[in-house]
Structures are given as structure tokens and as C-alpha cells.
């Protein structure tokens, strides 16, 4: 059954910015403050409007806070009764180095980049907003001396605080939904796989 989530708010912001924030994964609402009879697994609100608020999971967020950092929040609260809050990163190295993010088993983001330094970056960058208890860095074992390189640096910034993968790609590269390029299809293919630790 799919978790609901309903923003109670007369910000309208604030609503489009969380819906934005889930991408469909869960059943969306937004109602007023006004409205006592909340179905719903997590409520998100604001500070201002908090204490109108009957119920067992509010997430309160503020202007600044971007979509990334609301979905991060929203998921960690859906599932705290999880055992462990693991994050997985699925990197498929090559000349486009596809790469994804999940948190508890649940798509925080996939994209497409250029270049190991922007990869790196935009890891750090990531994971400044998950709250994790366990990070896995899988890596596609194809991609030649890409795979190397982002190796090279996946180890030299994050062999401190993540386990790093070598996960057998095959059959990654093949397109099965239209709102995702091939590269990302293929990091998230790698990043729900069980990889050989090397690192």
C-alpha cells in the first residue's frame, strides 16, 4: 500500500514544492490547517502553522529548504521503523556517467554527468542532506578507464565513511520507462544490485 502525504498549510508553496519533492512515488494532498480530520502516514506544515496541527508525524519545513532535502526528510520519517537507514549509490561509468541515490530502498535522485569531478561534487553536495546509518558506493563494472578514474576518486573521498562496490552491469543498459534516460536507468539498476566489496 502506498504511503500518503498531505501538507497542511495555507502555503501554497510549500505544497507545490513537496508534491515536486515526491515525483508521484506517494499519494499526495494538501488541506488547511482548519481541517482536523487528517488521513495521512506524514504530515508536513510550517513552523508558523505547527501547533494547529493534531498528529502523530509532522515534518515541518522552512522556505529554504530545497526539494532534495524535503524528500530526504519525508522518507526517513515514512520508514524510521526501518533496522537500518542505508543509502545506496549506483554509479555506471563511462563517457556520460549515469548515477543514482536511494535511501532506504526508495529513489531520492538519478541524473546524467560529464565528469568524474562533477560526480564527486555532486556526491558531497548529496549527502549533506541524507541522514544516513550506512553508505554502499556501487560501481558498474563496465566503462573502461572511466571506471578506473571514478574508482580512483570515489575511494580517495569516501573510503572513510562508505563500503565501495564493483557490481556486475549486465543488462543494465536496457530502456524499460520513458522518463528516465539510459544512463540513469543503468545507475539504478547498479545501485539496487549486490555488488563484490573491494573497498
Known sequence: MNKR??????????????????????IFDHVYPINQQIQADIVITTYEEFNRIQHPNIIIIDDKSNSFEIKCKIIRELYKNSPEAVCNIGIDPGKSIGISLFLIGRLLYADVLYSTK???????????????????IKIGNGGGE???????EVQMHFNEIATIECVDESNTSVKTTGDKSLHEEAAIKIGQRVGKVIY
Not at 498531505?6 to 510549500?14: E, K
Not at 562533477?118 to 554502499?136: A, G, H, R, T, V
Not at 572511466?146 to 580512483?152: D, H, P, T, V
Open 5 to 26: 502525504v498531505v501538507v497542511v498549510s495555507g502555503n501554497f508553496r510549500l505544497s507545490f514544492k513537496v508534491q515536486l519533492a515526491i515525483e508521484g512515488q506517494f
Open 118 to 136: 562533477k560526480l564527486i561534487e555532486l556526491i558531497k553536495l548529496k549527502l549533506q542532506y541524507i541522514k544516513f546509518d550506512s553508505l554502499n
Open 146 to 152: 572511466s571506471r578506473n578514474r571514478i574508482l580512483k
